[in-house]
C-alpha cells in the first residue's frame, strides 16, 4: 500500500505575487459583470484571496480532464457570485473557457450563464441558485467520497470537497440539516469556506441575523476558526490545518471585504449584485494597481495560474498509474461503478416481475418495493439507500444493508434522520459525486419538505430515485397532515422527473426498473401504505407496461362504450367496476397510468390507441389538476376536492366519494351522454 501522505502533501505555492493572482480575478469579476450589465462583483472580488490561495496552493484539479474521479471538488454554494468560478476555470485553463467565454457573461448561448449551471460549464460541480443548496449537496460529496474510499482504497479515492458559502447560505434552513448531519458524520474530508463579509443584499446582516457561525458548527461537530479573508498566509493555515483533521468538516469563516477594491462601493450592499460602473471601475484599477484593460491578463500572471492546472495533470497522471496497479477485480468494481451499469439489478428485476405475476400476492406496493430491494442489493454492490428516519415504514431497508456510520463508510444504508431537505441535496452529492446510485424514501407528503432538491434532481439530470411512500387518503388514520393530494400533480409539473405510480408488485417492480435504467433523470416513486391485489394482465396489450407510461390493462370486448383511467390503488377499483359494468351490458375498459410523463413521450398512435375514443373516466385519489389532458372533452373525473381526514381507510374512500358505486355511476352518465360507436 502506498503511502496516502505521498499525495495529500498541499502543494508548494507558486513563486507570482499573491495580489497579482487575486486582482486577476477581481478584474475579470468587475469587467465581466461591467459588460453584461448584469451579475454580481461583489462576492468574487470579496473571495478573491481565498480563492487564490484554495486554487493556487491546495485544490487537486487537472484542467483537462475536469470528471476525473479523484479530483477535489469545488462547490460554489454562494452561486450568485458566478464570475469567481468562471474566471478560476478560465485562469486554472480549462480549454472550453477562453477569454471570449468571460466576455460573453451572462450571455445567451455561453459557456457563463447567470449562475453556475451542472451538464453546461466544464468545471462546475453543482448547480447553486437556491443558496443552501451547494453546502448540503457538498456534504453528499464527502460521504461518497468516504464510502468509495472505504471499498476502493486510499489509493484510487482520496479526495477533498470544497464549499464556498455566504451568509445566505447559512442562513437558509437547509444548512441545518447539512452541517448537522455532516458533523454526525464526521465528513473530515469537508471543507467549507465562509464568505463572512457581513452583507447580504438588504444591507448588514446584523438586520437580520445575530447567530454565531462558529458556535452553530462547533456545535454540530465541526472544526471552525476564524480568519482574515485577505491574508493570504492565515487562509493557507487554516485550510492546512482543516485538510489535516480527518475526523470534522471543518469551518473556516473569512472576514472578508465585499466588493474588496473598488474604494467607493466595497463594503456596502451595493457591490452585491450590480455593475460597479465605470467610474468605480476606473477607481478600483488604480486601487488594486491594476493596469491592464479589460480582459486582458498579463502573460507571467495567466502563467502561475497555468501552473497550478499543470500541477493537477500531474496528480491526475500519478492517480492513473495507481488505478492501473489496482487488482484487476477491485478496478473493474470500481469502473463498473463509475459507468452506472444496472444490468444484473434489471435482471433481477425481470425475474421478479414475472414471480409476482405467476404467484399474485396481495402487496402494498411499499411491500412490492421492499422485495424489489431484496432482489436488487445483493447484485446491484454500489445502490445506497435511506429514509428519512422513516425506515420501517418506507421499506426501503433491504436486510442485507448495513448502516452507514460515523468514520465507518463501508456500509450502504443511510439514516437521513429527520431531514428530508437534505437528503434530497445529499442523495444530489451522491449521485454527482460518480459510483454510488443513491434512493431514499420519506411519506409523499413529505415531497413538500424535499422539493428544492428534487428540483436540482431533475434540473441537473441525476439518477436519484426517490422512495415516497403512503401516497393517499389509502393511508387512513394519520389524517390530513400525512395525506397528500395535490403532490402528485405538483411533482407531475416538474420537467425531467418521471413520477410514477404503480398499481400492484408487478408494476412496482418495473417502475423500479425504469428508475434504474434512467440515466439521466431522477424519478420518483408514489408507493401505497394499503395492499392491493395483483391485477390479472392476460388482457394487457402491451409486454412493457410501465415503460410506456400507460397501457391498456382491461380491454372490453366488442368494442368500448367507456373507459377509466386510473392509477396506483384506484387501478384495482376501476377494474372492479368494470366487471360490475359487463354484468349491465357496459363495455368498459381498463387503462393503467403508472407514468404520465413516460406516456406523453410516446407516439400519438400509441396514444390513441390505449385511450380510445370513448367517453373516459380517470379515477386517482388525489386532486385532478391536469388529469383533462388524458379524459378529453366530456370526459369526468373521480378523486379528491379537497384535503383529506382521519379515519380508516376503507371509510376515507367513502367519504370522499372514491368507490365503485361511483365509478359505475360516472360511466353510465358518461355512456348515456355520449353513446360509444367505438
Ligand atoms: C433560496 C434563495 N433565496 C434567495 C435568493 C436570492 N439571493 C441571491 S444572493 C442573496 C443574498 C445572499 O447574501 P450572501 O450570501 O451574504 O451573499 P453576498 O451578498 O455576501 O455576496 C439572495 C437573497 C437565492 N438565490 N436563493
Ligand atoms: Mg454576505
Redesign the pocket.
Known amino acids: 500500500m502506498m503511502n496516502r501522505a505521498a499525495h495529500t502533501q498541499p502543494l508548494q505555492p507558486v513563486a507570482v505575487d499573491h495580489a497579482a493572482m487575486a486582482n486577476a480575478i477581481r478584474a475579470l469579476a468587475m469587467d465581466a459583470v461591467q459588460a453584461a450589465k448584469s451579475g454580481?462583483p461583489?462576492?468574487p472580488m470579496?473571495m478573491a484571496d481565498v480563492a487564490t490561495v484554495l486554487f493556487g496552493r491546495h485544490i487537486r484539479f487537472d484542467p483537462d480532464a475536469p470528471t476525473w474521479p479523484d479530483r477535489d471538488r469545488f462547490v460554489l454554494s454562494?452561486?450568485?457570485?458566478s464570475m469567481l468560478l468562471y474566471a478560476l476555470l478560465h485562469l486554472i485553463g480549462v480549454p472550453a473557457l477562453d477569454i471570449g467565454q468571460i466576455r460573453q457573461f451572462r450571455q445567451w448561448g455561453s459557456l457563463t450563464p447567470g449562475?453556475p449551471e451542472y451538464g453546461h460549464t466544464p468545471g462546475v460541480e453543482t448547480t447553486t441558485?437556491?443558496?443552501?443548496?451547494g453546502l448540503a449537496t457538498a456534504v453528499g460529496m464527502a460521504l461518497a467520497e468516504r464510502m468509495q474510499a472505504a471499498r476502493f482504497g486510499a489509493e484510487v479515492v482520496d479526495h477533498h470537497t470544497y464549499v464556498v458559502?455566504?451568509?445566505?447560505?447559512?442562513?437558509?434552513g437547509i444548512s441545518h440539516e447539512a452541517i448537522s448531519l455532516a458533523g454526525h458524520l464526521k465528513l473530515g474530508r469537508l471543507i467549507v469556506l465562509y464568505?463572512d463579509?457581513h452583507?447580504?443584499?438588504d444591507g448588514d446582516?446584523g438586520l437580520s441575523c445575530s447567530d454565531d457561525a462558529l458556535m452553530r458548527f462547533a456545535a454540530s461537530g465541526w472544526q471552525v476558526r476564524r480568519v482574515d479573508g485577505h491574508d493570504p498566509e492565515a487562509i493557507d493555515a487554516a485550510i492546512t490545518e482543516a485538510r489535516a483533521d480527518e475526523t470534522r468538516p471543518s469551518l473556516i469563516a473569512c472576514r472578508t471585504v465585499?466588493g474588496y477594491g473598488a474604494p467607493n462601493k466595497q463594503g456596502t450592499?451595493g457591490v452585491?449584485?450590480a455593475p460597479l460602473g465605470a467610474d468605480e471601475i476606473a477607481a478600483a484599477r488604480e486601487q488594486l494597481e491594476w493596469p491592464h484593460p479589460p480582459f486582458e491578463i498579463p502573460e507571467p500572471i495567466r502563467d502561475a495560474w497555468r501552473e497550478t492546472g499543470a500541477r493537477g495533470k500531474v496528480e491526475h497522471d500519478a492517480w492513473r498509474e495507481r488505478l492501473a496497479r489496482m487488482a484487476p477485480q477491485q478496478r473493474a468494481a470500481f469502473e463498473a461503478g463509475q459507468a452506472g451499469g444496472v444490468e444484473d439489478a434489471l435482471e433481477a428485476l425481470a425475474v421478479l416481475a414475472k414471480r409476482f405475476q405467476d404467484e399474485a400476492p396481495r402487496l402494498a406496493t411499499r411491500q412490492a418495493s421492499h422485495k424489489v430491494l431484496e432482489a436488487i442489493a445483493p447484485v446491484q454492490a454500489n445502490l445506497i439507500g435511506g429514509s428519512a428516519d422513516l425506515t420501517g415504514s418506507n421499506l426501503t431497508r433491504a436486510g442485507i444493508q448495513q448502516p452507514v456510520q460515523p468514520g465507518d463508510y463501508a456500509g450502504n444504508y443511510i439514516h437521513y434522520g429527520i431531514r428530508e431537505h437534505a437528503m434530497g441535496a445529499v442523495m444530489n452529492g451522491i449521485a454527482l459525486h460518480g459510483g454510488l446510485l443513491p434512493y431514499g424514501g420519506t411519506f409523499l407528503v413529505f415531497a413538500d419538505y424535499a422539493r428544492?432538491s428534487i428540483r436540482l434532481s431533475a434540473l441537473m439530470g441525476q439518477r436519484v430515485v426517490y422512495v415516497m411512500t403512503h401516497d393517499s387518503i389509502g393511508l387512513g388514520e394519520d389524517g390530513p397532515t400525512h395525506q397528500p393530494v395535490e403532490h402528485l400533480a405538483s411533482l407531475r409539473a416538474m420537467p425531467n422527473i418521471d413520477v410514477y405510480r404503480p398499481a400492484d408488485a408487478v408494476e412496482t417492480a418495473h417502475a423500479w426498473a425504469c428508475a434504474l435504467a434512467e440515466e439521466t433523470r431522477p424519478s420518483l416513486l408514489c408507493l401505497s401504505r394499503q395492499g392491493l391485489p395483483t391485477l390479472d394482465r392476460r388482457d394487457a396489450a402491451c409486454a412493457d407496461t410501465v415503460a410506456r407510461g400507460a397501457y391498456v390493462l382491461r380491454e372490453a370486448e366488442g368494442g368500448r362504450d367507456v373507459t377509466f383511467v386510473a392509477t396506483g390503488s384506484e387501478v384495482s377499483l376501476a377494474v372492479e367496476a368494470a366487471e360490475a359494468l359487463a354484468a349491465q351490458g357496459i363495455r368498459a375498459a381498463v387503462v393503467s397510468a403508472p407514468c404520465f410523463e413516460r406516456f406523453a413521450a410516446q407516439p400519438a398512435d400509441y396514444r390513441r390507441q390505449v385511450l380510445g375514443s370513448a367517453p373516459r373516466i380517470g379515477v386517482e385519489a388525489a386532486v385532478e389538476a391536469d388529469w383533462s389532458r388524458w379524459l378529453g372533452d366530456g370526459g369526468r373525473f373521480i378523486g379528491m376536492r379537497g384535503f383529506g381526514a382521519s379515519a380508516p381507510a376503507g371509510e376515507l374512500y367513502r367519504q370522499f366519494g372514491i368507490t365503485r358505486e361511483a365509478l359505475l355511476e360516472a360511466a353510465r352518465a358518461a355512456v348515456a351522454e355520449h353513446p360509444s360507436n367505438d
Do not use: F, R, V
Request: aromatic share 0%; glycine share 28%.
Open positions: 454580481h461583489g462576492m470579496g454562494a452561486g450568485h457570485g449562475h441558485g437556491p443558496l443552501g443548496q458559502a455566504g451568509d445566505g447560505c447559512l442562513m437558509e464568505d463579509n452583507i447580504s443584499i446582516t465585499i450592499s452585491h449584485g428544492p
